[in-house]
């Protein structure tokens, strides 16, 4: 009669000086936990930092085709 999951996005974790990315999922005491936390760290983006700004923006629009599927309960 409930929910079961099927499958969960694989957990994202970059770091630098320009932006971070930071995504987590889990079933937690039955209940789908799921943490997105994205951060810009500078307004301005210089060229060294680039690379880590361009790749946290890539991952972040990727995870749409990475989905979460959950079935309904027989």
């Known amino acids: 009669a409930g929910f079961k999951v099927?499958?969960?996005p694989k957990d994202?974790?970059?770091d630098g000086?320009?932006?971070s990315l930071l995504t987590r999922s889990e079933v937690k005491?039955?209940?789908?936990v799921y943490t997105y936390r994205l951060t810009v760290k500078r307004r301005e983006v210089?060229?060294?930092d680039y690379a880590n700004f361009r790749d946290v923006v890539k991952e972040a629009r990727a995870?749409?085709?990475d989905p979460m599927v959950i079935e309904r309960g027989r």
């Open 46 to 48: 210089p060229p060294g």
């Open 17 to 19: 000086k320009a932006a």
């Open 6 to 8: 099927v499958a969960l």
């Open 63 to 65: 995870l749409p085709d």
């Open 29 to 32: 005491d039955g209940k789908l």
């Open 12 to 14: 994202r974790s970059l």
